[in-house]
């Protein structure tokens, strides 16, 4: 009987499920990403806060997804780690958009959009991910993300275009001021963190027109950059992930209205897609 592990990592957390026996088995730890962790260090994190709670099991495979790992030094740095700690198991490394594709499409044909902290989107075939809109990250791109629509949160409120009641509200949440904003964005790591904990404010204040054309605009700048680019978006449905895409999916289902295009799955985590593909 084979014994599985599946992770889902950012940067900030990892969610692992063990899968013995079709019994499942969530772990929470720290996030794993290569570009700021070694392989010593991913070891160390992974002895204390992963290893005690398999409780000995004979791990066979492990399918591990996360951030940059498109870049073949840091899968490297991964399979290391994952070589030390379990010597038996076959593990394979991909990245959360190939993630995002297998839990959303399985064995299926789409397109796998990702609308989280940042925005990625392919077309998936039913194997591999055969293209990708390329993603710029939070300064050049990332459109309809959630970095990408805190920041016009935060231009609103900088530039005084919200109303004296939204101000107000911004205020009473946030307790924030120019100074303190600007050292977390120009300064401070982890700025699009920082800019992403922004929509917040635009999931409580739904209705106001103002929040109604920042979430609407964001996320068809994303259509309009990304989707269009997909000759498949006219002929397959369009699937999304992610707390944005989750939270936010009324507005994606007008955008397909409007566009003609089919929605398909909307997930918040990967997770549950994932088990079911791997199982």
Same mark, same amino acid.
């Given at each position: 009987?084979?014994?599985? #592990? ?14 013995? &026996? ?27 806060? =992963?290893?005690?709670?398999?409780? &000995? ?74 293209? &990708? ?24 409120? /900088? ?30 790591? =982890? ?27 964001? /996320? ?46 909307? #997930? ?12």
């Amino acid at each position: 009987m084979s014994i599985k #592990l599946i992770a889902d990592s950012g940067a900030t957390k990892c969610e692992w499920c063990l899968l013995e &026996n079709g019994k499942k088995k969530t772990i929470l730890t720290q996030g794993i990403s290569p570009y700021f962790l070694n392989t010593e260090q991913i070891v160390a994190l992974l002895q204390k806060e =992963l290893i005690p709670k398999l409780k &000995n099991a004979k791990i066979s495979n492990i399918y591990f997804y996360g951030t940059g790992l498109s870049n073949p030094n840091n899968t490297g740095i991964i399979k290391t780690a994952f070589k030390k700690l379990f010597p038996a198991a076959k593990a394979e490394i991909n990245t959360d958009l190939l993630a995002a594709a297998r839990a959303l499409c399985g064995n299926g044909k789409g397109i796998a959009c990702i609308l989280g902290t940042g925005s990625n989107s392919c077309f998936y075939n039913g194997k591999k991910i055969v293209k &990708n809109s390329p993603g710029l990250g939070y300064i050049l791109g990332d459109e309809g993300s959630g970095a990408y629509l805190g920041k016009k949160v935060v231009q609103h409120y /900088l530039y005084n275009t919200f109303d004296a009641d939204l101000m107000a509200r911004f205020d009473a949440k946030f307790t924030t001021n120019k100074v303190e904003i600007l050292e977390n964005v120009y300064k401070q790591p =982890l700025a699009n963190r920082y800019l992403a904990s922004f929509t917040a404010f635009l999931a409580e204040n739904r209705g106001h027109y103002m929040i109604e054309n920042i979430i609407e605009d964001g /996320l068809n700048d994303f259509f309009f950059t990304h989707l269009y680019k997909f000759r498949e978006s006219w002929i397959m449905p369009i699937n999304f992930i992610g707390s944005v895409a989750f939270g936010f999916k009324d507005i994606l289902k007008e955008l397909c209205d409007t566009y003609e295009l089919e929605l398909g799955n909307v #997930l918040k985590k990967p997770m549950d897609g994932l088990v079911k593909y791997h199982s």
